[in-house]
């Protein structure tokens, strides 16, 4: 689809202020996100506003090495808590994998083989 300067800048300005997402407007509008991350720096661009800062760091409040023992723990927890759960289970896949367990964090990070692990 083609759209007029106009309507690039309209687009823009939807993403800009924070009325649609870059994937919405992409799926609204049946263009790719880059188009619309494009289309929204050009409307920045164009009345020269300074860029906004989308991605802020988060510091997980769940830093815990244990994992709720039932469904019902899960619950409780909040979308940032249960994708760090999630991330965290995936990193200790992909070690098991590899045939090594990690204990600690940082400087008192401790790499190990777990008891039964079969190497083939």
Aim: proline letters at 3%; aromatic letters at 10%.
């Amino acid at each position: 689809m083609k759209f007029s300067s106009e309507e690039r800048l309209e687009i823009g300005r939807k993403i800009y202020y924070g009325e649609l997402t870059r994937y919405e407007a992409a799926h609204i509008y049946g263009i790719s996100a880059e188009t619309a991350r494009s289309y929204m720096r050009l409307y920045r661009d164009a009345h020269q506003l300074t860029p906004k800062k989308s991605h802020t760091h988060v510091v997980h409040p769940c830093q815990s090495n244990t994992l709720p023992k039932n469904w019902e723990d899960y619950r409780s927890l909040s979308k940032e808590e249960l994708l760090f759960e999630l991330m965290k289970s995936k990193i200790n896949e992909a070690r098991l994998k590899k045939g090594y367990m990690v204990k600690g964090s940082g400087s008192k990070k401790e790499f190990f083989l777990p008891d039964n692990l079969n190497i083939k």
